[in-house]
């Protein structure tokens, strides 16, 4: 007689994997590791159950592959199944700590993703590589003449100068810094056609996909942080609140709370890091406008910015841009000021 499993717990891997089967009464059917090639063909044979997997980079692609075969997909965050693991950690504890974890009524779990929605995360990762590959060049090449006296301001605005720097023929510089200095600026040339042309693509995205449109009617945000809540935020209908979605993306002040006594710290820094960081430059960005106006219509924000220091100021701005994220995108409408 073949014992009926209830849940299958998959500690993911690249070629091993480990599967905990547990059975309707808790108890562990078998735990034995398998390979790439028959963890598919066990899920493919498996009557209809519960796949449970830690929410990792290749989790939703073996979500996606449960749920083509009617199992139901189960997706715990790391930081909830470490509770679970007893004693010494090894790849046997962890698969029986997931399913723990994922049998728990009161657990949350994360929605898998579409290969879609996975897409658009690679096309901003893409983006944001580029630019860091960029700074990174401008850095060193500023670095690099700055030895022979050649001074320039950060950013990309500044790198005319270290050209026509190079390219001036009066300059006291040696022929080898001329030829390296002339292949940074080649590179940089390259990586800034290829961040022009991402840039123009999301921004075209951000003007025909509604959802983005809507998005990009908050003050503080553009098409790259509206294709950054469109990549990495789960079905928002899925929040109960704004609250809710703010600390979700760690927007919140962290808790040590005890005793009825409430203590607060700083910014938990929990959850989604690529939209906390863009909100928090978009809200910074607002800021710097109240600033340089001198005031701002919104009443709240303008005496938010006269009392708080601006990074404070720029935090709880990001808090409130996530709680109108979350309303201009359950109810369907566009931002507009109250």
Not at 128 to 142: D, E, G, K, P, S
Not at 151 to 166: C, F, I, Q, R, T
Not at 219 to 236: H, N, Y
């Amino acid at each position: 007689m073949t014992t009926k499993i209830s849940i299958l717990a998959i500690d993911l891997a690249k070629g091993s994997f480990q599967v905990c089967a547990v059975g309707p009464d808790g108890a562990v059917v078998f735990n034995r590791a398998v390979s790439r090639t028959r963890l598919a063909t066990l899920l493919a044979d498996q009557p209809a159950c519960i796949v449970a997997m830690e929410a990792c980079a290749t989790s939703h692609h073996w979500g996606r592959f449960a749920q083509s075969h009617g199992h139901e997909v189960r997706l715990v965050p790391a930081a909830y199944v470490k509770p679970f693991v007893k004693r010494q950690k090894n790849d046997r504890a962890d698969a029986e700590a997931i399913a723990e974890a994922a049998l728990r009524p009161t657990m949350r779990f994360v929605a898998v993703k579409s290969a879609e929605t996975q897409g658009r995360a690679v096309a901003f990762r893409t983006h944001q590589c580029m630019v860091r590959q960029r700074t990174q060049l401008i850095n060193a090449l500023r670095g690099h003449l700055a030895e022979f006296g050649l001074v320039a301001p950060k950013g990309p605005a500044s790198l005319k100068l270290l050209e026509n720097a190079l390219a001036d023929e009066s300059t006291d510089l040696p022929e080898p810094v001329r030829h390296m200095g002339s292949i940074y600026v080649e590179q940089i040339a390259r990586l800034t056609e290829v961040i022009d042309r991402l840039s123009d693509q999301l921004e075209t995205s951000s003007k025909t996909d509604e959802q983005l449109r809507r998005l990009c009617t908050i003050p503080g945000i553009g098409p790259v942080t509206a294709g950054a809540v469109a990549a990495f935020a789960p079905d928002l209908d899925t929040f109960d609140s704004g609250r809710n979605f703010a600390a979700w993306l760690g927007l919140v002040p962290r808790q040590r709370s005890t005793g009825g006594k409430a203590r607060l710290g700083s910014v938990s820094k929990m959850g989604q890091t690529d939209i906390r960081r863009l909100l928090i430059v978009g809200a910074m960005s607002v800021i710097r406008w109240v600033v340089r106006k001198g005031g701002s219509a919104n009443r709240w924000l303008a005496a938010l910015v006269a009392r708080k220091p601006k990074m404070v100021a720029a935090v709880a701005l990001a808090n409130k841009m996530a709680r109108m994220i979350w309303a201009v995108t359950t109810k369907q409408e566009n931002y507009r000021m109250a």
